[in-house]
């Protein structure tokens, strides 16, 4: 997957409204945890235990949304979309930012919250 290929995407927000995001141990930017469907958002969450309050979705054809969302991440030290990050896995799709909308998405690997035999 090199280009955004769903059709919404469905983003995590704590209790006060806020995008809710992953930031790796000693680096600058972080990013936001988003899923392509509510399902896996709802999933995510289940398994997580995270205490997100909503899931925001937005279509990936509307640009002004996206646009307003991108804008208000760069305000804070996010920097990409982290798509459809699995629990027991920790694989996931990194999504740049690229201008006032997405660019390049890449598979990512972190480790895993916890692995089962």
Same mark, same amino acid.
């Given at each position: 997957?090199?280009?955004? @290929?769903?059709k @919404? &995407?469905?983003?995590? &927000?704590?209790?006060?409204?806020?995008?809710?995001? $992953?930031?790796? @141990?000693? +680096? #600058?930017?972080?990013?936001?945890?988003?899923? #392509?469907?509510?399902? &896996?958002?709802?999933?995510?969450?289940? &398994? #997580? =235990?995270?205490?997100a309050?909503?899931? !925001?979705?937005?279509?990936?054809?509307?640009?002004? #949304?996206?646009?307003?969302?991108? %804008? !208000?991440? +760069?305000?804070?030290?996010?920097? $990409?979309?982290?798509?459809?990050?699995? $629990?027991?896995?920790?694989q996931? =799709?990194?999504?740049?930012?690229?201008?006032?909308?997405?660019? %390049?998405? +890449? @598979?990512?690997?972190?480790? %895993?919250? =916890?692995?089962? %035999?």
């Open positions: 997957m090199n280009t955004l @290929e769903c @919404e &995407l469905h983003f995590l &927000l704590d209790n006060e409204g806020a995008f809710i995001a $992953y930031q790796e @141990e000693g +680096k #600058s930017w972080a990013g936001t945890l988003a899923f #392509s469907s509510e399902d &896996l958002a709802r999933k995510f969450v289940e &398994l #997580s =235990h995270l205490d309050a909503e899931i !925001a979705a937005v279509a990936t054809d509307d640009r002004e #949304s996206i646009a307003a969302l991108v %804008a !208000a991440m +760069k305000g804070r030290p996010i920097r $990409y979309v982290l798509l459809d990050l699995d $629990y027991h896995t920790g996931c =799709h990194q999504v740049d930012f690229e201008g006032d909308g997405f660019g %390049a998405v +890449k @598979e990512r690997q972190f480790v %895993a919250a =916890h692995r089962h %035999a």
